[in-house]
Nanobody, 115 residues
């Protein structure tokens, strides 16, 4: 059973920052594309950011310039740095590893942005 473990969610005021982390088994991390997704109440899960094993990143338009995805190969960890958070960023954030139709998901971590 492959486990992706997310940490770093929490409560923050508008304009604040959070960093999410996702620990990944080495066998997965080295060859899978990694991504962050989110699901707000009553909405479908949506892509936030992805990064290939080669380090190429892609972002949803709604987070460009505010969020940064990165990976630490020594720690087998992918990060999502979230700056200038807004109430509309409130959601459960999920880590995902995918490759050739194979998908693994983390359990999710709650991010809440409110004044």
């Amino acid at each position: 059973q492959v486990q992706l473990v997310e940490t770093g969610g929490g409560f923050v005021q508008p304009g604040g920052s959070l960093r999410l982390s996702c620990a990944v088994p080495r066998s997965i991390f080295s060859i899978f594309r990694m991504g962050w997704y989110r699901q707000a109440p009553g909405k479908q899960r949506e892509l936030v950011a992805t990064m290939t094993s080669g380090g190429s990143a892609d972002y949803a338009d709604s987070v460009k310039g505010r969020f940064t995805i990165s990976r630490d190969d020594a720690r087998n960890t992918v990060y999502l740095q979230m700056n200038s958070l807004q109430p509309e960023d409130t959601a459960v954030y999920y880590c995902r590893a995918d490759r050739l139709g194979i998908n693994y998901w983390g359990q999710g971590t709650q991010v809440s942005v409110s004044s």
